[in-house]
């Protein structure tokens, strides 16, 4: 992910204006995410916040907690600065300045672990399974995961449609030349999208339950679950274990992902 790492620290300084002109409602998709938290607004509940970037994200959910205390994580030390700045007014965030697919999470110690446009930069789906692992590890019983992040369609026509949707919205507000010669040849080398339905399959097979999409448009979506009261801890050998049934060939998609929430 050291590409990934040198691309976001040189961009740390301009990245809140990038992200609007390349993420089609960024806003709501992160306001989304937000209002799915369960929690009581005044519980002082322990957050991780997985990519935080320049913390966008961290400070909808202080705002929206203010009695939350924010562990925030990101590989990109400028990013991390950035985060920082909005977070002044919270001296009881915690910044970590690491890899998040190296962070050695502590165990069932987070209320809220939340992720976005982030962890679609793990190469693999076992990869991305046993992150799914290391996070029900790392939450509270009846604690959350929510994941804001790009997705790929369950068939060819309808992944072709997601990248259309994506650079006819990027077309409104940058160059041909720049998405062609800059922000796709990124997508291709740096990321590593999945199906939704994979997504909700591997929460699932992590020990997840309640798993939901909450929000969706095209090829980005906001959906996690929740760590049952009774749920046991993931061995760590299982963490680290090849999982040949990773990638499945046919889903079973909860009902009520049906019916998904129009974007604004």
Known sequence: MDPVKRHFDSEAEEFDGIIVRLIPHYTTMLRALVEAVPFEKTKPIRVLDLGCGTGTLSRMLAETFPNARLTCLDAAPKMIEMCKRKMADRAETVFVSA???????????????????????????????????????????????????????PTPHLDRLYLDRWVD??????????????????????????????????????????????WKYFGFAVFGGRKPETAKKIPRFLQRAEAKTVSPTTETIPASVLSLTPAS
């Open 169 to 214: 919205y990027m077309r409104q507000n940058v160059s041909e030349e720049s998405i062609q010669n800059e922000w796709l040849k990124r997508y291709a080398s740096e990321d590593f999208p999945a199906p939704l339905g994979h997504h909700l399959r591997w929460l699932g097979k992590a020990g997840f339950e309640s798993i939901e999409v909450v």
């Open 99 to 153: 890899d998040f697919s190296r962070y050695g999470f502590p165990t069932g110690t987070f209320d809220l672990v939340v992720s976005s446009l982030a962890l679609h930069h793990l190469e693999s789906d076992r990869k991305k399974l046993a992150m799914y692992r290391k996070i029900f590890n790392s939450l509270r019983e009846n604690g959350w995961f929510f994941n804001a992040d790009s997705v790929l369609g």
